[in-house]
């Protein structure tokens, strides 16, 4: 049942170690990111998001700068299901960009720094995309917005098919490990 499948960043954090991390950073960082990932939504379904706090200005304003480049939404935080493989994720965006007239998979992030396990996950969501739409993701990759409110940085992805087969053996290591019988 759709219900119980595991969803792509559940698969993934098996193999996230935020050890080295405080707790109460790994927190507030958690916190962050799904407050920014609330109000990046809402603005990009054409809502006026209300007053943002201080210290998320500058994610919201380097999200507007690269959203200004936008031309047309096809999809924003969705949950989408691969009837064959069994798993589930919620890809942030789905944009077609100004002048060029594919599809876009862009997952929005608050780190500094690129992770790991990106690749594989924007891999993941861009196949749940084509399961839903027939349609392939190009230039796809995670948007790295920026605290001070510069630019954000843009990670691309190119490696589509290494890093869907690399999600595919996580989420077999998965069910082979945690799933109950």
């Known amino acids: 049942m759709k219900q119980n499948w595991p969803s792509v960043t559940t698969v993934l954090s098996v193999f996230s170690d935020f050890s080295k991390i405080r707790p109460d950073v790994l927190e507030r960082a958690a916190e962050r990111g799904t407050r920014v990932h609330d109000i990046c939504a ?92 027939g349609l392939e993701c190009h230039h796809s990759g995670s948007l790295r917005l920026s605290p001070d409110g510069a630019f954000p940085l843009f990670d691309e992805y190119r490696h589509t098919e290494a890093d869907l087969h690399a999600f595919l053996c996580a989420l077999t290591a998965y069910r082979f490990f945690k799933e109950e019988d």
């Open 42 to 133: 809402s603005i990009a379904q054409g809502f006026f998001p209300g007053s943002v706090p201080d210290y998320l200005d500058g994610y919201v304003a380097s999200f507007r700068k690269w959203f200004s480049l936008v031309d047309e939404v096809l999809l924003i935080e969705e949950r989408l299901f691969d009837p064959v493989y069994q798993f589930c994720g919620k890809p942030d965006l789905v944009v077609k960009l100004r002048g060029d007239g594919s599809p876009r998979l862009i997952d929005l992030k608050t780190p500094l720094s690129k992770g790991k396990l990106w690749s594989a996950q924007i891999a993941a969501y861009e196949h749940l995309f084509k399961v839903k739409t």
